[in-house]
């Protein structure tokens, strides 16, 4: 199982709102991560889990919050977001944070806040 | 700061025909990775190829190969005997090498997307 899944794959909210995203992966991976990506632009880094605990935080605003409830889970919390938060929302997961390691990336969640 | 530059925004081929994807790179680190990824319209970020820059030998993956040159820092991906399923956006990514800290990014280039025409 090479599948890294994530839900809902579309999530429209209103600036004051708070939802979740989640992201599961069965691959036994112990670093997960979440991208913002706007249309027609590369992936941006916001967060980094490694064996369950925040190894990097890109200087994310403080609605957006991620949890990692185990090695298979990783969850961003959304409150109080802005439009210009509306975006793609990916998840990886790499076996470790080992750069030669190939990052299995999800299909997305497609966010549109009103 | 490490950067990836893709200079082609755009780029078209014939099916059964090659095409080459540039990409080149900054950095003042010896030791890192290279990847290329693809990104399907609406699906998910794929990886294409890889190769590390402490190996001279190009790597290959079926029909893609890269060219690399690291004096140039240069990585380029050729695409051989193009099918339509390989339209998509892709990227050049640059990462550096971990050595059990938090250096864990992925530096993405802007993208060059590729359409196939039968």
């Known amino acids: 199982d090479t599948e890294v899944t994530q839900t809902p794959k579309h999530l429209v909210m209103g600036m004051t709102n708070k939802k979740s995203l989640k992201c599961e992966q069965h691959?036994?991976?112990?670093?997960m991560y979440w991208y913002k990506q706007k249309a027609k632009k590369p992936p941006e880094l916001m967060f980094v889990?490694?064996?369950?605990?925040?190894?990097i935080n890109e200087s994310v605003p403080s609605r957006f919050s991620p949890e990692c409830p185990n090695s298979s889970l990783l969850n961003l919390h959304l409150h109080a977001l802005q439009p210009e938060d509306s975006a793609l929302y990916l998840c990886?997961?790499?076996?470790?944070?080992?750069?030669?390691?190939?990052?299995?990336f999800g299909p997305g969640t497609r966010l549109t806040v009103l | 700061a490490q950067t990836v530059t893709q200079s082609q925004p755009e780029m078209s081929v014939q099916e059964a025909e090659t095409v080459t994807l540039s990409c080149t790179y900054d950095?003042?680190?010896?030791?890192?990775?290279l990847f290329w990824y693809k990104q399907p319209p609406s699906r998910q970020m794929i990886l294409v190829i890889r190769?590390?820059?402490?190996?001279?030998q190009n790597a290959t993956e079926n029909r893609f190969s890269v060219n690399f040159q690291k004096a140039a820092k240069s990585f380029s991906l050729k695409i051989s005997d193009s099918q339509l399923g390989d339209a998509a956006m892709y990227f050049c990514?640059?990462?550096?090498?971990?050595?059990?800290?938090?250096?864990?990014?992925?530096?993405f280039g802007k993208g060059t997307k590729l359409s196939v025409k039968p």
């Open positions: 990514a640059y990462r550096l090498i971990n050595y059990g800290g938090s250096q864990g990014n992925l530096i």
């Open positions: 691959m036994g991976h112990r670093a």
């Open positions: 190769q590390e820059a402490y190996k001279q």
């Open positions: 990886a997961s790499s076996q470790d944070l080992g750069g030669y390691n190939e990052q299995f």
């Open positions: 950095t003042s680190e010896s030791d890192y990775y």
């Open positions: 889990y490694s064996y369950e605990k925040l190894s």
